[in-house]
């Protein structure tokens, strides 16, 4: 692989509302324009973060000025924002909006997650249509959750699955102030209404023993319909990261292979997987290199040839790793690089987007891969 183009999708603006950009999500439309969200704040974590939305028609070089579709957000008459939307195009122009509300009434004035207790704010998942290619946007609709899922993480687009139905990917949280011990795990729900209603939760990811997590899941369909995920995954005997693994699934999202050491650390960006089958997984070494860097694999079960690596980012500094599961998560607000998301794009190109910058402000960037050198 090699980096074609690199450049700036959209710049914070210190000391104000939109100081930190994170969370990037982009998606290649049918029409051919490229459309690119968000999230906003002062800081990483804070009770001004909203989402912004960009476009470009010129394949990812320029980006138009950003606009916010959604004004203040309430969920059970309790004001909360809007952490992630991750979108998908269900047919040309109609796009399924999911997002992450984050509960800022219950604890007013608390972080997203607690140190002590390793729990985190009340939180829900929301949906929205569109029906002009993400200019307007219906009212949300709460997506319900079982009491055993307790503060739902959205970590993926919804999927489109090979027989018609969706599955969206949601990893479990303890709530805020539960001190019993976290038995984390990631599940799917299914849809076969076009997301109007979700079946039981089904698990894919999940250590009885409590000690391996499986964080930010990423999911990718292959053409054959396979599912393939990827999981930051998080030894808290150690309190270390350990390599990503990968599971697959051949019965949309049913049952699952056992999970794969893929050889590299640690966190993974959503997979782009090209028609041809081919798959470019991007992902963030935060403790060794400091970097984002990017593999190729023929397939979504092949190994990712390490002679197509590319470094789509280098960080001038190493992030801390503390000893306790807490204090970390608590630390991740500070985390100045990462959350890659990549698309494959109609020419077989592969459109990277990701945050960087400092912990006063932090804006998104974005780099195209090409493939030419690899078929």
Not at 92 to 113: C, E, I, K, N, S
Request: negative net charge; proline residues 6%.
């Amino acid at each position: 692989m090699n980096i074609l183009a690199t450049g700036k999708l959209a710049q914070g603006v210190p000391g104000t509302a939109r100081a930190t950009l994170t969370f990037g999500h982009v998606i290649a439309l049918a029409d051919g324009t490229l459309l690119a969200n968000c999230r906003a704040g002062s800081t990483k974590d804070s009770v001004d973060e909203t989402i912004e939305f960009y476009r470009s028609q010129d394949g990812g070089h320029t980006w138009s000025e950003a606009w916010r579709p959604f004004g203040k957000t309430l969920v059970n008459g309790l004001f909360g924002t809007l952490k992630i939307c991750y979108m998908t195009e269900l047919t040309p122009g109609h796009l399924l909006g999911a997002a992450m509300w984050v509960d800022r009434t219950t604890y007013p004035g608390q972080g997203l997650f607690n140190a002590e207790t390793e729990g985190c704010l009340p939180m829900a998942i929301l949906l929205a249509e569109s029906r002009d290619g993400g200019v307007t946007w219906s009212p949300w609709r709460v997506v319900p959750m079982p009491d055993e899922i307790g503060p739902p993480s959205l970590t993926n687009p919804i999927l489109k699955l090979s027989n018609g139905t969706l599955a969206m990917s949601i990893e479990t949280n303890k709530p805020y102030l539960d001190r019993s011990p976290w038995r984390q795990k990631v599940v799917f729900f299914h849809s076969s209404d076009a997301g109007q209603t979700w079946a039981e939760p089904v698990i894919v990811g999940f250590d009885p023993t409590g000690r391996i997590f499986n964080w930010d899941q990423r999911c990718g369909v292959a053409p054959d319909g396979r599912i393939v995920t990827f999981n930051w995954t998080y030894d808290t005997q150690t309190t270390r990261y350990v390599n990503i693994h990968r599971r697959i699934s051949s019965d949309h999202g049913y049952t699952w292979s056992a999970p794969e050491d893929l050889g590299f650390a640690d966190q993974a960006a959503h997979p782009a997987i090209l028609p041809d089958g081919r798959i470019v997984l991007v992902w963030v070494d935060r403790f060794q290199t400091h970097s984002i860097r990017a593999r190729l694999a023929s397939d979504v079960a092949a190994a990712f040839d390490p002679q197509s690596e590319v470094v789509v980012y280098t960080h001038g500094s190493a992030a801390k790793q503390d000893d306790n599961t807490g204090e970390l998560l608590a630390e991740m607000a500070l985390w100045s690089f990462g959350l890659p998301y990549a698309e494959a794009l109609p020419n077989d190109d592969v459109f990277v987007v990701y945050y960087a910058g400092t912990e006063k402000g932090m804006d998104i960037y974005w780099a195209r891969l090409g493939l030419e050198d690899e078929k």
